[in-house]
Each structure stands twice: as C-alpha cells, then as structure tokens.
C-alpha cells in the first residue's frame, strides 16, 4: 500500500473521531512511515527534536502513537524494558520477532507453520483469532558467540 493512501486513510480515520491531521500529526506520520526500524516513543519524540519541521511536544507524541496503534496504523510491540517499540506496520506482511535479551537486537521472521499451528489451536478450542503477538526471547547469533548474556533454562521441546 502506498503512502498517500496510507494518509488518506489515516485523514479519515482522524475525521471519523473529529480530529484534524494538524501539521505535527502530519510530520509525526511521515517519520514513523520513514523509518523500516523499532522506535520507542522517546527515540520518536528525539527525532522530532533534532530534525527541522513544526515544533513537537512529548505529549503530542505520544497521543499520535495511540492513534496510530488504535488505527491499525503501527503496531507497539514489548520487548521486555521499561517501553514499548513500535513498528508501522500497514502496507505490510504480518510477521513475528525474536528478541535478544542482552543486546536488544529484534529479528522479524514469518512461519507458514506456525501460523497454522496457531489457526489449528484455536479452532480446536472454538476460539476466533482476531490478532497475536509472537515474541521469542533469547540470545541472538552475536551475543551467544561472544559469551553475554544468560543462556535461558527453556529448551526447544518445553
């Protein structure tokens, strides 16, 4: 999906709850659309800072962000710290993460089979899928050759 029609979209849904795409919720949209990496909310409100554009506040930051997830516009993922990282994610294939828990590196991977297993395990309980949240916490491939980290206690069959 393109851009301009990811804005068009995002106008209606702001009209929709009579709100306007002020030129802050403009310049904070383009930025998240921007960027292909995870961004916290205060990464993003850095951003806004140190770049040129109408000047914008932590606030309005954060406000954006809510209309965006709550839009299906980004996706806000917890990666186990003190904040969410988020992600836009219109225009885009569903996909999974895998988490380091000592560098922080998030991975994106897509799985036929698990996604079918998760479809098979919800019918089997008579359950609807609406959405889901695939995080794997781990070491990546860097922090287990260098030695950092704690190896977790889990292994593949538990």
């Given at each position: 999906?393109?851009?301009?029609?990811?804005?068009?979209?995002?106008?209606?849904?702001?009209?929709?709850?009579?709100l306007?795409?002020?030129?802050?919720?403009?310049?904070?949209?383009?930025?998240?659309?921007?960027?292909?990496?995870?961004?916290s909310?205060?990464?993003?409100?850095?951003?806004?800072?140190t770049e040129?554009?109408?000047?914008?506040?932590?606030?309005?930051?954060?406000?954006?962000?809510?209309?965006?997830?709550?839009?299906?516009?980004?996706?806000?993922?917890?990666?186990?710290?003190?904040?969410?990282?988020?992600?836009?994610?219109?225009?885009?294939?569903?996909?999974?993460?895998?988490?380091?828990t000592?560098?922080?590196?998030?991975?994106?991977?897509?799985?036929?089979?698990i996604?079918?297993?998760?479809?098979?395990?919800?019918?089997?309980?008579?359950?609807?899928?609406?959405?889901?949240?695939?995080?794997?916490?781990?070491?990546?491939?860097?922090?287990?050759?260098?030695?950092?980290?704690?190896?977790?206690?889990?292994?593949?069959?538990?």
């Amino acid at each position: 999906m393109k851009q301009t029609a990811i804005i068009k979209r995002f106008e209606a849904y702001l009209r929709e709850r009579s709100l306007k795409l002020t030129p802050q919720r403009r310049r904070i949209f383009d930025r998240v659309f921007a960027t292909h990496e995870h961004f916290s909310a205060e990464r993003l409100y850095e951003w806004m800072r140190t770049e040129h554009g109408p000047k914008v506040s932590r606030a309005t930051v954060y406000r954006t962000l809510d209309l965006l997830v709550k839009g299906g516009f980004t996706e806000s993922l917890d990666i186990g710290g003190d904040e969410l990282v988020y992600e836009h994610v219109m225009g885009h294939h569903h996909h999974d993460h895998m988490v380091c828990t000592s560098c922080g590196r998030i991975e994106e991977f897509q799985d036929k089979r698990i996604e079918e297993l998760q479809v098979e395990a919800a019918r089997k309980k008579g359950f609807v899928i609406e959405s889901h949240v695939h995080r794997l916490s781990g070491l990546c491939r860097t922090c287990v050759r260098d030695g950092r980290g704690q190896r977790g206690t889990h292994s593949a069959a538990e």
